[in-house]
């Protein structure tokens, strides 16, 4: 059966999308079918991280009613990774913002991509905040992960998304980002855990080495043996352990 897996932070900086990208992808590498949906159709980041070129088919293009979500899915890099882009034209943020849509057609995308492509994992990617997607994307999880970093400001949203989340039947999950060399990490996991009222999955350090790739790259790929991705690695077993399929007959 698969996972749906959402990741979530209350502000943007986070590293949000770049975790899921990394993830994505050593997930797939494992030999795990792997789908992920860009879901943050007024700031998309999955398609620039990917390498996909403008124009190709889009969430934003299936919501609109000129595609289907099938064909929205564009397989990138050697691992075998499905990827939904929020958008790939500027010009459909200002349409679908004047048109609106359908909301149902979101947890209708995200079943017909499981089915088609009978996934183990799908990753949804979300708008920093809250609205509509992001709603959506959340009460379609399995699993919500929320992404923080080690200051007041993330913290403060805490109380907002938690109560939320305590409304949804998902597991919650946290990953502290961007921790600075040197902060106490027993200290920060029981902030960040009191505030949200969900366990830590992980804790990762700021890396300099990701920052400058600039998102040209990702990590994992550029850099396979760093101790980052070790990071990476952990926090999956944590987060969406592999599961073993009964054999047919």
Same mark, same amino acid.
Not at 46 to 58: A, I, K, N, T, Y
Not at 202 to 214: D, E, K, T
Not at 227 to 247: D, G, M, Q, T, Y
């Given at each position: 059966?698969? #996972?749906?897996v ?5 502000r943007?900086?986070? @590293? ?6 990394n993830?994505?992808?050593l997930?797939? &590498?494992?030999g795990?079918r792997?789908?992920? $949906? ?6 998309p ?22 595609? !289907? ?5 564009? /397989? ?10 929020? /958008?790939?034209? =500027?010009a459909s943020?200002a ?17 017909r991509?499981?089915a *088609? ?5 799908l990753?949804?990617?979300?708008? &920093? @905040?809250?609205n509509?997607?992001?709603?959506t994307?959340?009460a379609?999880a399995?699993?919500?992960? +929320?992404?923080? /970093? ?8 805490? @109380? ?5 989340? @305590? ?5 919650? %999950?946290? $990953?502290?980002?961007m921790?600075?060399?040197g902060?106490?990490t027993?200290?920060? #996991?029981?902030? %960040?855990?009191?505030?949200y *009222?969900?366990a ?13 790739? *600039?998102? !040209?790259? +990702?990590?994992?790929r550029a850099?396979?043996?760093?101790p980052?991705?070790? !990071?990476f /690695?952990?926090? +999956?077993?944590?987060?969406?352990? =592999?599961?073993?399929?009964? =054999?047919?007959?």
């Amino acid at each position: 059966m698969a #996972r749906t897996v959402v990741l979530y932070s209350h502000r943007g900086g986070t @590293g949000k999308s770049t975790m899921l990208a990394n993830m994505a992808v050593l997930l797939a &590498a494992e030999g795990r079918r792997v789908a992920v $949906v860009d879901t943050d159709i007024q700031s998309p980041t999955l398609d620039v991280l990917f390498g996909l070129g403008p124009g190709e088919c889009s969430l934003t293009d299936y919501l609109l009613g000129r595609c !289907e979500i099938e064909d929205a899915a564009h /397989r990138v890099g050697p691992e075998g990774v499905h990827l939904v882009p929020a /958008r790939t034209s =500027p010009a459909s943020l200002a349409e679908i913002m004047a048109t609106g849509y359908d909301v149902g057609l979101l947890p209708e995308a995200f079943d017909r991509l499981v089915a *088609g492509h009978d996934l183990d994992v799908l990753l949804l990617d979300t708008h &920093a @905040g809250l609205n509509n997607e992001t709603v959506t994307a959340m009460a379609s999880a399995d699993l919500l992960v +929320i992404v923080v /970093r080690t200051d007041r400001i993330d913290l403060a949203g805490a @109380g907002e998304i938690a109560r939320l989340a @305590g409304q949804l039947a998902c597991r919650r %999950a946290l $990953v502290v980002s961007m921790a600075p060399e040197g902060v106490d990490t027993s200290a920060v #996991r029981a902030r %960040a855990e009191d505030a949200y *009222g969900a366990a830590t999955a992980g804790i990762l350090p700021y890396v300099g080495r990701l920052a400058a790739l *600039g998102g !040209e790259r +990702i990590f994992a790929r550029a850099h396979p043996d760093d101790p980052l991705v070790a !990071e990476f /690695r952990k926090i +999956i077993s944590v987060l969406v352990p =592999p599961v073993h399929k009964i =054999p047919a007959g």
